[in-house]
């Protein structure tokens, strides 16, 4: 198997276990890590396609030796550092938003926390 | 993939990253599925460092294993239901069944679609020669892509996180 398609099926297996635990777990934490191992899991094909497959489109564009042209071969690991960025944002909103709930209704159980009214 | 070594990494990383991605989301006490989220994290850290990616390694290691990690652990310890532990919902079935669906059509359309890999289309020398150069210092080049082509989104990340900072006060403030 070339190994782009390993690191691919590997980031494919990170993100189905994290929907699994986001799904089907019942501490509201756990879901953040489920959500978590998501993220990761797109972080690592978006890396294994600026690795492997970006510069191969180098090869179709005849001015592809200039920086500008050079430097979309990273564009990749670009988004997984915006992912990086938006994950850091939303796991500390989420987990403001469980210290909330476990002040108002003292539970982290989200079949308890159904109506978001205090 | 190139060298004995690099495959020997691949595995071990490998097997590290998702056997403690599977142990989050299956062992019972809260803390410890913590713990296994930051050996998953060193190990996603790993693929980054094996796909030329030392940089965002580094960033994994600071933010995610670093700062991620340390938020989630503390969350558990003011949320004090860590008895109550992490078991599942009536919905787990169907949980499980939509993952395994959704990891079957991810690995099928892996598999079967036709990558145009650089090893197949090689490229003019001065390009290859290029790319070469970027993959050794990818720093400076992903600091010239962010300001200049993603200057945008960069200026609104800053934003979004300023955003993020005043919303968790706001949630959490004594009332």
Do not use: H
Not at chain 1, 12 to 32: D, H, I, K, M
Not at chain 2, 29 to 48: P, S, T
């Amino acid at each position: 198997m070339e190994p782009l398609q390993r690191f691919l099926i590997v980031s494919a297996v990170l993100f189905a276990t994290g929907l699994y635990g986001a799904l089907s777990l019942r501490n509201v934490v756990v879901v953040l890590m489920g959500i978590e191992l998501m993220f990761n899991g797109v972080n690592v094909a978006m890396v294994a396609l600026s690795r492997y497959v970006v510069p191969a489109t180098l090869a179709a564009n005849p001015g592809s030796a200039t920086d500008s042209a050079l430097r979309t071969v990273l564009t990749g690991q670009v988004f997984a550092a915006f992912i990086i960025t938006v994950a850091a944002a939303e796991v500390a909103v989420g987990l403001a938003i469980v210290l909330a709930l476990y002040r108002s209704r003292e539970t982290v159980d989200i079949t308890d926390a159904s109506s978001m009214k205090q | 993939m190139g060298t004995l070594f690099q495959e020997i990494a691949f595995w071990v990383v490998t097997v590290v990253a998702v056997g403690a991605a599977l142990l989050v989301v299956t062992v019972r006490d809260v803390f410890r599925a913590a713990l296994f989220l930051v050996v998953a994290f060193l190990g996603v850290a790993g693929l980054f460092v094996l796909l030329n990616a030392e940089f965002l390694a580094v960033v994994q290691v600071l933010i995610y294993a670093g700062a991620i990690s340390i938020l989630i652990i503390f969350a558990i310890m003011l949320t004090q239901d860590v008895q109550r532990g992490n078991s599942p919902t009536a919905l787990r079935p169907l949980a499980l069944t939509a993952s395994a669906l959704l990891l079957a059509a991810f690995v099928y359309t892996i598999v079967q679609t036709d990558w145009r890999l650089l090893e197949e289309t090689p490229l003019a020398a001065a390009t290859a020669q290029g790319v070469t150069q970027v993959w050794q210092d990818t720093p400076r080049w992903l600091g010239g892509l962010l300001m200049r082509e993603f200057l945008l989104p960069f200026e609104a990340a800053a934003v979004l996180l300023l955003a993020a900072v005043v919303g968790a006060l706001v949630l959490v403030r004594e009332r």
